[in-house]
T-cell receptor, first 118, second 114 residues
Framework: GAVVSQHPSWVICKSGTSVKIECRSL??????MFWYRQFPKQSLMLMAT?????????EQGVEKDKFLINHASLTLSTLTVTSAHPEDSSFYIC??????????????FGDGTRLSIL | GEDVEQSLFLSVREGDSSVINCTYT??????LYWYKQEPGAGLQLLTY?????DMKQDQRLTVLLNKKDKHLSLRIADTQTGDSAIYFC??????????????FGAGTRLAVHP
């Protein structure tokens, strides 16, 4: 089946550090990738939609300068949390849409990255 | 607007059936999904149903869709301890750019006890 690899799975760093999270589709090409944020015991909140070769589309209230998204190839999207602060601590999950647009399973999810800012 | 609601917690005895309920607001949704999330992990697609269907069965899972009431349910037969997880209901909405996005409910935490 379709596999999405997310790396790292857990990162702890000091306040002010920038952190990059990678999302790779391993056995399919993804023209569209999605980045979500999940707070403890809450649902997934869509942050942005990443399209290969173009600028990401951010949801309302998400700072594009804070959360930099790059989708340089059909199998890789990155999310960089710039100058991270404790309030950025969260669980970040990516998903990828198969280029063949299988409507019955629109998104394949990674295992998430737990970001802890001290 | 688009909204998906679910009950937050369900506790069942091992071997019993579990029924997780969900309501949604967007009547134009074409696909509705159930995802499972285990602790510290991403989401795993369990099953989905197309909007012109009333029921779908897949091994221990049964999905019922009442389109008139915009109500979706997931029944897990013979619930096992390994079924303990958070279950998310999601509908497929449309982004302003034309790309499909998923709208998730808050998740139902299923606890299975002996």
């Amino acid at each position: 089946g379709a596999v999405v690899s997310q790396h790292p799975s857990w990162v702890i760093c000091k306040s002010g550090t920038s952190v990059k999270i990678e999302c790779r589709s391993l056995d399919f090409q993804a023209t569209t990738m999605f980045w979500y944020r999940q707070f403890p015991k809450q649902s997934l909140m869509l942050m942005a939609t990443s399209n290969e070769g173009s600028k990401a589309t951010y949801e309302q209230g998400v700072e594009k300068d804070k959360f930099l998204i790059n989708h340089a190839s059909l199998t890789l999207s990155t999310l960089t949390v710039t100058s991270a602060h404790p309030e950025d601590s969260s669980f970040y999950i990516c998903s990828a849409r198969d280029r063949r647009r299988q409507n019955n399973q629109p998104q394949h999810f990674g295992d998430g990255t737990r970001l802890s800012i001290l | 607007g688009e909204d998906v609601e679910q009950s937050l917690f369900l506790s069942v005895r091992e071997g019993d059936s579990s029924v997780i309920n969900c309501t949604y607001t967007d009547s134009s949704s074409t696909y509705l999904y159930w995802y499972k999330q285990e602790p510290g992990a991403g989401l795993q697609l369990l099953t989905y149903i197309f909007s012109n269907m009333d029921m779908k069965q897949d091994q221990r899972l049964t999905v019922l869709l009442n389109k008139k009431d915009k109500h979706l349910s997931l029944r897990i037969a013979d619930t096992q301890t390994g079924d303990s997880a958070i279950y998310f209901c999601a509908e497929r909405g449309i982004l302003s750019g034309g790309y499909n996005k998923l709208i998730f409910g808050a998740g139902t935490r299923l606890a299975v006890h002996p």
